[in-house]
């Protein structure tokens, strides 16, 4: 029994200086702590101007066909009054997705219905800006002989800005709570704005890239109402252009394009309706920026 206990004392004392051992780390096992700076290259991004590769001849469009029953959307951002009882006095339209919607736009939401704005439990009247997505269908389209120029490299076209509308002098005076102020902002009951549609006409410029296959792939609206978009890509789509050369060979390039559209339009109508908390709307500073 005691050559047993003394064995295994044996056997305990043998495995403890083992795991000692292994737990001391050795000299080239060590971690050695050292900041070595590696050579990184900068990265550099080459500067191209798509407008300044030069061409000997430019695209020439041979043939186009005028697209018919497309279906079309987008979003108007209106400016509404909303009185303390929830009533709209009146608005302004600051982006219109087709062309011809103003009047019925001002004329849909006057006395129409909202949660009035609020300063903690009180009902305040205020200003609130709103978007509504508008649908319809372009039924006929008859564009004008498009204008293609090439772009200037220095001096390329840039983006129209949309046409602002002054404030009418009534809704300008009267009282409303700046939005900081506000608790919760105006929001619209079941807001529907619709127009019958009819004839319409649209001022038309974009920059349009032309393949080496004389073929639109992409393109980039300057001037055109913002719901017309789906329209005037399925138009591009039917163009057949002699592609532009250089040294006899085709090659892509961006060229510039304007013209006017008359329209048949049907079945505007608006398939939703928020409170843009992003956004707000002033009267005053409005008239001043216009010089009003």
Same mark, same amino acid.
């Given at each position: 029994m005691?050559?047993?206990?003394?064995?295994l004392?044996?056997?305990?004392?043998?495995?403890a200086?083992?795991?000692a051992?292994?737990?001391?780390?050795r000299?080239?096992?060590?971690?050695?702590?050292?900041?070595i700076?590696?050579a990184?290259?900068?990265v550099e991004?080459?500067?191209?101007?798509?407008?300044?590769?030069?061409?000997?001849?430019?695209?020439r469009?041979?043939?186009?066909?005028?697209?018919?029953k497309?279906?079309?959307s987008? $979003?108007?951002?209106v400016?509404a009054y !909303?009185?303390?009882k %929830?009533? @709209?006095l009146?608005s *302004?339209? =600051?982006? &219109? #997705?087709?062309p011809?919607?103003?009047l019925?736009?001002?004329?849909e939401?006057?006395?129409a219905?909202?949660?009035?704005?609020?300063?903690?439990?009180?009902a305040?009247?205020?200003?609130?800006?709103?978007?509504?997505v508008?649908?319809?269908?372009v039924?006929e389209?008859?564009?004008t002989?498009?204008?293609?120029?090439l772009?200037d490299?220095?001096?390329?076209p840039?983006r129209?800005?949309?046409?602002?509308?002054?404030p009418?002098?009534?809704?300008?005076r009267?009282p409303?709570?700046p939005a900081?102020?506000?608790?919760?902002?105006?929001?619209?009951?079941?807001?529907?704005?619709?127009?019958p549609g009819?004839?319409?006409?649209? $001022?038309?410029s974009?920059?349009v890239? !032309?393949?080496?296959v %004389?073929? @639109?792939?992409?393109f *980039?609206? =300057?001037? &055109? #109402?913002?719901?017309?978009?789906?329209?005037?890509?399925?138009?591009l789509?039917t163009w057949?252009?002699?592609p532009a050369?250089?040294?006899?060979?085709?090659?892509e390039?961006?060229v510039?394009?304007?013209?006017?559209?008359a329209?048949?339009?049907?079945?505007?109508?608006s398939i939703?309706a928020?409170?843009l908390?992003?956004r707000s709307?002033?009267?005053i500073?409005?008239?001043?920026?216009?010089?009003?």
């Open positions: 005691r050559a047993a206990s003394a064995l004392g044996v056997v305990l004392l043998v495995s200086v083992a795991t051992q292994q737990a001391a780390p000299p080239w096992q060590q971690r050695l702590q050292m900041d700076p590696l990184v290259p900068m991004l080459a500067a191209v101007n798509p407008f300044a590769a030069p061409v000997d001849e430019p695209p469009l041979l043939s186009s066909a005028a697209p018919r497309v279906d079309v987008g $979003a108007a951002v400016a !909303v009185d303390a %929830g009533d @709209c009146g *302004v339209p =600051l982006e &219109l #997705p087709f011809g919607l103003t019925r736009m001002v004329e939401l006057a006395g219905r909202f949660e009035p704005a609020r300063v903690g439990s009180t305040t009247p205020s200003w609130v800006v709103l978007e509504l508008v649908e319809g269908r039924k389209s008859a564009p002989p498009p204008q293609l120029e772009p490299p220095d001096r390329p840039r129209d800005p949309s046409p602002r509308v002054s009418p002098g009534n809704l300008v009267l409303a709570t900081p102020e506000l608790t919760t902002l105006a929001s619209p009951r079941r807001l529907k704005v619709s127009a009819g004839a319409a006409e649209a $001022a038309l974009a920059l890239h !032309v393949s080496d %004389g073929r @639109c792939d992409r *980039v609206i =300057l001037d &055109l #109402p913002s719901g017309l978009s789906r329209w005037l890509s399925a138009y789509a057949r252009l002699e050369r250089r040294g006899g060979e085709p090659v390039t961006w510039h394009y304007s013209g006017r559209v329209l048949e339009l049907s079945g505007l109508q939703s928020r409170t908390a992003d709307y002033d009267p500073a409005e008239s001043v920026d216009l010089g009003e």
